[in-house]
């Protein structure tokens, strides 16, 4: 598909909606696109807000990326709620080692690792 590739701007703004109907469809079309949207998913990984984050994080462990699992695990110690429960469950989408996902557990419980 890559006659979208002027269009990864745009559906990377729709990802920051809060209305969750156009993230929706913005995700949908970040799939589509597949690894050409992905330096667009880890801008807005950094600059995004809450839902733009926890989007990117989302869609980079489906593109199931070798960064994802690093990015999912610093993102454990995001602000936002909404950005380190997506976090979990990417690193579970994943695969992620038992390891991992205790690290994950223990930290979001007030713990390090």
Do not use: K, Y
């Not at 695969?95 to 996902?101: F, I, Q």
Request: glycine content about 10%.
């Amino acid at each position: 598909m890559g006659g979208g590739r002027g269009f990864i701007p745009e559906f990377a703004l729709a990802l920051l909606e809060v209305e969750r109907e156009t993230r929706s469809m913005a995700s949908g079309l970040f799939r589509e696109i597949g690894e050409e949207g992905e330096p667009a998913l880890l801008q807005l990984l950094e600059t995004g807000n809450a839902h733009g984050r926890a989007e990117a994080i989302t869609l980079l462990a489906l593109l199931r990326r070798s960064q994802a699992r690093p990015l999912a695990m610093e993102a454990l110690r995001d602000e936002s709620a909404i950005v380190r429960t997506r976090a979990i469950r990417a690193l579970a989408s994943m695969e992620s080692s038992p390891e991992t996902l205790s690290a994950a557990r223990l930290f979001l419980c007030g713990g390090t690792w």
